[in-house]
Structure formats: C-alpha cells, structure tokens
C-alpha cells in the first residue's frame, strides 16, 4: 500500500525552470527505484529520468540530458526532478513511479495521479 504524490508542476515560458517533488507513503522508501515519465495528449508515456534504490545509477532520455537532474531524499522519502531550459516540447503531465523487487514473488509497482508542466509563451 504505496501513495505517491507529485507537486510543483504549472505554467512556465520557454528557458524557465521548475521543480518537481514525489512524496511516498512508505517506509521502506530506500527499497525502490524511482522514476518520471510523462506523457502529451494524444502520445505515449515515456520515461524521462531514472534513480535506482542506491542512487548510485541515474539514466535521463536523451531530450533531457543537460538540463533534468533527478534525485532523491531518503530522510524525506521524496524524490524531485529539477526542470531548466524548458522547451515547448517538455509540456506534458509527469507521473512518478516507484519500482522494488519483491521476497514474496511479484515486483511492487506504483504511480502517482500526475501533475501538469506547461511551458508557453
């Protein structure tokens, strides 16, 4: 029983920044891989940033590297994606999820209700 969820997203023109915040109910927080994916209207959902449980293997999208950077406050149970540079192209609603290997056979797997980044002139 796994409650992820998000904040910081809203309207932003092109070069602003944001950041993103994922607060989880958990506390074994240190036991999951954390990730942000989002999604437009009308595509897929893709994954845009990775942290695995130890912090020690971060992957980005090749759209975002150099200007997201994920991270994760285990004191906090909260992991954050920091926007810069934003492009037009970054609008989309971003969902977090948080992924962990299970002793009792099947993974746990979560995701939050989304929040919205809009990035417009």
């Known amino acids: 029983q796994v409650q992820l969820v998000e904040s910081g997203g809203g309207l932003v023109q092109p070069g602003g920044s944001l950041k993103l915040s994922c607060e989880a109910s958990?506390?074994?927080?240190?036991?999951?891989?954390m990730s942000w994916y989002r999604q437009a209207p009308g595509k897929q959902r893709d994954l845009v940033a990775r942290?695995?449980?130890?912090?020690?293997?971060?992957n980005y999208a090749d759209s975002v590297k150099g200007r997201f950077t994920i991270s994760r406050d285990n004191a906090k149970n909260t992991a954050y994606l920091q926007m810069t540079s934003l492009k037009p192209e970054d609008t989309a609603v971003y969902y977090c999820?948080?992924?962990?290997?299970?002793?009792?056979?099947?993974?746990?797997?979560?995701w939050g209700q989304g929040t919205q980044v809009t990035v417009s002139s």
């Open positions: 942290i695995d449980a130890t912090g020690g293997t971060i």
């Open positions: 958990v506390l074994t927080f240190t036991q999951y891989r």
């Open positions: 999820n948080a992924w962990a290997w299970s002793p009792y056979d099947r993974p746990l797997d979560y």
